[in-house]
């Protein structure tokens, strides 16, 4: 497949810094990045669940106590 695109500096430079290295041309330099992009492993956002002290006076990870508490209110 022909298509034009234009690269950002950096990436350009990454693809003739490839090129020369390895004395290949300027489409498998590029062909050889993108497919080293595709099977990189992707970072994933670490979850971290942050605990706050709201001040109740019940425990609400017992959902029953706390219903049977507000029945009696």
Do not use: C, H, Q, W
């Amino acid at each position: 497949m022909r298509t034009t695109f234009t690269l950002d500096d950096d990436v350009a430079a990454e693809v003739e810094r490839l090129r020369r290295e390895e004395g290949i041309g300027i489409s498998e330099a590029v062909n050889r990045l993108i497919r080293a992009g595709l099977v990189a492993p992707r970072k994933r956002a670490v979850y971290r669940n942050r605990g706050f002290d709201v001040g109740l006076k019940v425990d609400v990870a017992d959902v029953a106590s706390v219903l049977e508490l507000l029945d009696e209110a």
